[in-house]
């Protein structure tokens, strides 16, 4: 059974602003490393719109004091019904990402600044060293190369990254173990 979209009828278009990486870094009440441990999907208490309350382990607090965090977006599947908002994050458990966060909204959640632009993934090269996957026109970088028409996603080590991030915002690295890029 394929699921089936909530609604027929076209939604009204949402803009989102295209943020510089230091506006991402000015607009951010919180950035972390984490890894995603859960993610649900429920209707609202209406039956209206599907939220999905995904869980984030906090791997490196980069700035705010956290330890998890759970954020309710709109969209995910419930039974046989999907609703699917373009640019809005879907988040897969054990998902690793760089997330820079909004402050609490009225029911009390943090949302990802600039949607996907507040998002980015951690991968492992073919080293196992991890590396942040920089999207071109998605989630900016100064670490990235201009990018000439169409350019495909490029990874930076996972340190050179956090450290910019930490410049940007005045902090320097943690000095503790498990700090960030040590596993």
Same mark, same amino acid.
């Given at each position: 059974?394929? +699921? =089936?979209?909530?609604?027929?009828?076209?939604?009204?278009?949402?803009?989102?602003?295209?943020?510089?990486?230091?506006?991402? &870094?000015?607009?951010?009440?919180?950035?972390?490393?984490?890894? &995603?441990?859960?993610?649900?999907?429920?209707?609202?208490?209406?039956? *209206?719109?599907?939220?999905?309350?995904?869980?984030?382990?906090?791997?490196?607090?980069?700035?705010?004091?956290?330890?998890?965090?759970?954020?309710?977006? +709109? *969209?995910?599947?419930?039974?046989?019904?999907? $609703?699917?908002?373009?640019?809005? !994050?879907?988040?897969?458990?054990?998902?690793? =990402?760089?997330?820079?966060?909004? *402050?609490?909204? *009225?029911?009390?959640?943090?949302? !990802?600044?600039? =949607?996907?632009? /507040?998002?980015? +993934?951690? $991968?492992?090269?073919?080293?196992?060293?991890?590396?942040?996957?920089?999207?071109? /026109?998605?989630?900016?970088?100064?670490?990235?190369?201009?990018? $000439?028409?169409?350019?495909?996603?490029?990874?930076?080590? $996972?340190?050179?990254?956090?450290?910019?991030?930490?410049?940007?915002?005045?902090?320097?690295?943690?000095?503790?173990?498990?700090?960030?890029?040590?596993?």
């Amino acid at each position: 059974v394929s +699921p =089936m979209p909530i609604s027929a009828m076209p939604a009204p278009a949402t803009t989102i602003t295209a943020f510089s990486f230091d506006q991402l &870094c000015e607009r951010a009440e919180a950035v972390y490393r984490v890894r &995603c441990v859960s993610a649900r999907s429920a209707w609202d208490d209406g039956h *209206g719109t599907i939220y999905t309350a995904t869980t984030l382990r906090v791997l490196d607090p980069v700035k705010g004091e956290a330890r998890e965090i759970t954020l309710r977006l +709109p *969209g995910g599947t419930v039974n046989d019904t999907t $609703l699917t908002i373009a640019d809005f !994050p879907v988040f897969h458990t054990d998902d690793e =990402m760089v997330i820079f966060l909004t *402050g609490r909204d *009225g029911a009390g959640y943090p949302w !990802p600044v600039g =949607m996907g632009q /507040g998002i980015y +993934p951690v $991968l492992r090269d073919a080293a196992g060293l991890p590396k942040v996957a920089v999207r071109p /026109g998605v989630n900016p970088s100064p670490l990235a190369k201009p990018a $000439l028409g169409e350019a495909a996603s490029e990874t930076i080590p $996972l340190n050179d990254f956090l450290n910019l991030v930490r410049a940007r915002l005045g902090r320097t690295a943690p000095r503790t173990p498990g700090a960030a890029g040590s596993q």
